[in-house]
């Protein structure tokens, strides 16, 4: 049974920052592409960022700049530094692990709230 253990949400002021890790109960965790993904009340959920397992990166347009994805290969973890929280950030940050269509993996989301 996969398990991704999403930690590190909570309550920040705006221009405040949160580091969120993910932990991934995965053997072979290095191949998989790893990614963050946000959903806010009544939205669709949103790609954040990725990291392939060559570490190459990508972010939406409203991460790059602010958020920077990381992994430890090491740890079987994936984190996501994000700083410059603005009140849009708001949402349930979920991880996600993915090889092929037949291994794409989801973590159960982490609340992140930016308000003063």
């Known amino acids: 049974q996969v398990q991704l253990v999403e930690s590190g949400g909570g309550l920040v002021q705006p221009g405040g920052s949160l580091r969120l890790s993910c932990s991934a109960s995965l053997s072979i965790f290095r191949v998989y592409r790893m990614g963050w993904y946000r959903q806010a009340p009544g939205k669709q959920r949103e790609l954040v960022a990725t990291?392939?397992?060559?570490?190459?990166?990508t972010y939406s347009d409203s991460a790059k700049g602010r958020f920077t994805i990381s992994r430890d290969n090491a740890k079987n973890t994936v984190y996501l530094q994000m700083n410059s929280l603005k009140p849009e950030d708001t949402a349930v940050y979920y991880c996600?692990?993915?090889?092929?269509?037949?291994?794409?993996?989801w973590g159960q989301g982490t609340q992140v709230t930016v308000s003063s």
């Open positions: 990291i392939s397992h060559a570490f190459s990166t």
């Open positions: 996600n692990a993915w090889l092929d269509v037949n291994n794409d993996y």
